[in-house]
């Protein structure tokens, strides 16, 4: 089972801000939280990483939670090509690897 | 990023033929290799997992020998659909993990997909 929940759907206006949610309860201290998001028919996107600080890059904002549990992805200003659906998954850091599971992500909608 | 290209992009083919995609890193050696498998409308289904030089670990419900794995190089993993039916048309992707450079986290990459029809 995948080790995030995220809601199924979301829409946003097209110049706000679109704040994705991703609880990561069970998250281990050498875990990362990573974004990725998929364009239809096309492979994943990486976005972004984080694992305990705030980050940013030029596609988005990540913000943990102090405990982890939680984080959210942050589009400033969405657009119509940031329709997609957004998975936030957690992959452990070098010493080991765990195998990847998906879980059904959050379909955004960005509405003109 | 690493780039991780796909070939071919997509297939159609006959019901009982065989099948191979192909998963190149062009500029990563990739130490571990994932493949997936995406139903229209349904999130990316790991269907197995493998390292270089070793056998691949497939996920419960896959059948081994009908995807056969092959992963020779740090930069090749090969997907064989074995006797294809049409209820394995489907889109696959390939995605490569390994150590980003020196950084202390697990990079993973993945290819565009390869659609698959079975006529």
């Known amino acids: 089972d995948a080790k995030t929940t995220q809601p199924p759907s979301m829409d946003c206006a097209e110049g706000r801000a679109a704040n994705l949610p991703c609880n990561h309860s069970?998250?281990?201290?050498?875990?990362?939280v990573y974004w990725y998001r998929q364009i239809h028919s096309q492979g994943p996107q990486y976005i972004i990483h984080?694992?305990?600080n705030n980050e940013t890059n030029e596609m988005a904002s990540l913000i943990i939670t102090e405990d982890r549990k939680s984080s959210t992805l942050i589009l400033p200003h969405a657009t119509l090509r940031d329709t997609a659906v957004y998975y936030c998954?957690?992959?452990?850091?070098?010493?080991?690897?765990?195998?990847?599971?998906f879980g059904p992500g959050t379909s955004l909608s960005v509405i003109p | 990023g690493a780039v991780v290209s796909q070939h071919p992009s997509w297939v159609i083919c006959k019901s009982g033929t065989s099948v191979k995609i192909e998963c190149r890193s062009l500029?990563?050696?990739?130490?571990?290799m994932f493949w997936y498998r995406q139903f229209p409308k349904q999130s990316l289904m790991l269907m197995a997992t493998?390292?270089?030089?070793?056998?691949?670990?497939?996920e419960q419900g896959v059948e081994k020998d009908k995807f056969l794995i092959n992963h020779a190089s740090l930069t090749l993993s090969t997907l064989t659909v074995t006797s294809a039916h049409p209820e394995d048309s489907s889109f696959y992707i390939c995605?490569?993990?390994?150590?980003?450079?020196?950084?202390?986290?697990?990079?993973?990459?993945f290819g565009p997909g390869t659609r698959l029809t079975v006529l």
């Open positions: 500029d990563f050696q990739a130490t571990t």
């Open positions: 493998s390292n270089e030089g070793s056998k691949a670990t497939y």
């Open positions: 995605s490569e993990m390994g150590l980003a450079g020196l950084s202390s986290y697990n990079e993973q990459f």
């Open positions: 998954i957690v992959i452990k850091a070098k010493t080991s690897y765990d195998k990847v599971i």
């Open positions: 984080g694992l305990k």
């Open positions: 069970t998250i281990s201290g050498n875990e990362y």
